[in-house]
């Protein structure tokens, strides 16, 4: 018998992965992540690399969920915008587990001693920017999860132009791993700097 555990590895750094997730990595006869987090998988074992490819590793996940115990890797939180959500709405109850992890917004929320249970949290990966004015217009405090093209400056530029300067910034970069950076900022200090924004980055977005 076969089960596919989906784990949640955290932010980034091997210190925020669960020891339950350790165990069942190490039982797991295969292991499928994207190309960083496969460095969470022993030496040695059957790995499937995750890279645009969801659909092929569907198929193969469908195909293999009876005979082999299969540990899909997702950054962070499953429950946050994860491969999860496509796996388990293909299989049965039965045949996954869910095994928690540290979302980056949870840890980029314990940077700053900030609270989360009222936070309004959006995606733009691959997305543009309409719907974000009224987002931030409806909510105190809003958690970007940014992308290569909407970086935190690019966000910040948008939103200077349609004059929403009453607001603070703060940009988290590569959480719990050794580029972590935090930056606090008002709007148009963000969206005229320079910076290269190189690797994962959240921004949140508060009222005054
Ligand atoms: C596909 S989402 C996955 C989110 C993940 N499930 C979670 O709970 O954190 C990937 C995005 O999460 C954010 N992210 C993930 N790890 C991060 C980190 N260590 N530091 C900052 N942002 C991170 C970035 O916005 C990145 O583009």
């Known amino acids: 018998m076969g089960k596919v555990y989906i784990i949640g590895t955290g932010p980034g750094s091997k210190d925020y992965l669960l020891p339950l997730a350790k165990k069942i990595i190490k039982k797991a006869d295969v292991v499928i992540g994207a190309p960083r987090l496969l460095s969470f998988s022993p030496k040695g074992k059957q790995t499937i690399l995750l890279k645009g490819n969801y659909s092929q590793v569907l198929d193969y996940i469908k195909k293999s969920k009876n005979n082999k115990n299969i540990a899909v890797l ?4 499953p429950g946050v915008f994860s491969f ?12 996954y587990e869910v095994i928690p992890g540290i979302s980056a917004l949870e840890l980029a929320c314990a940077r700053i001693g900030e609270a989360w249970d009222d936070l309004c949290i959006i995606s733009l990966h691959a997305k543009n920017l309409q719907g974000l004015i009224k987002k931030i217009t409806a909510n105190e405090k ?3 999860f940014c992308d ?19 607001l603070k910034v ?4 590569n ?23 190189e690797g994962l980055w959240l921004l949140l977005i508060k009222k005054k």
């Open 142 to 144: 809003v958690m970007i």
């Open 84 to 95: 999860s959500r496509r796996i388990t709405s293909v299989l049965k109850p039965s045949e």
């Open 170 to 173: 703060i940009a988290f970069g």
């Open 175 to 197: 959480l719990s791993m050794q580029s972590e950076e935090i930056i606090e900022s008002d709007l148009s200090s963000l969206a005229n700097t320079k910076k290269r924004w």
């Open 148 to 166: 290569n093209k909407n970086t935190p400056s690019y966000v910040a530029n948008y939103l200077v132009k349609k004059e929403e300067s009453k």
């Open 74 to 77: 997702v950054s962070g939180s």
